[in-house]
């Protein structure tokens, strides 16, 4: 929730075309965790700058948990997410 709140303000009534793919956000994930075992989810996204490039980017982290290619951490319901790199 506090993530979304940070984005800048828009106009609700105003559509725009954005396209952003899953594989992407995989990518660049993977480039954030390669130097280091694990992020923080906020830390992940604080360069994004839309809704939608947050949630693909969940969705990715999701799919990356599914394929076991990072484990995910969360001590407190509504905590922190911090995402580990397996392989």
């Given amino acids: 929730r506090n993530l979304i709140n940070k984005l800048p303000e828009t106009n609700p009534y105003e559509l725009k075309e954005e396209i952003i793919h899953i594989d992407d956000q995989i990518l660049f994930i993977r480039e954030k965790i390669k130097n280091q075992n694990n992020i923080s989810f906020d830390k992940l996204v604080s ?7 947050i949630v693909v980017t969940f969705l990715a982290v999701l799919e ?11 001590n407190n319901p509504f905590g922190e997410l911090i995402i580990t ?3």
């Fill in 64 to 74: 990356m948990l599914r394929n076991k290619q990072i484990k995910i951490k969360q």
């Fill in 47 to 53: 360069v994004l700058k839309t809704k939608i490039s």
């Fill in 85 to 87: 790199k397996l392989k």
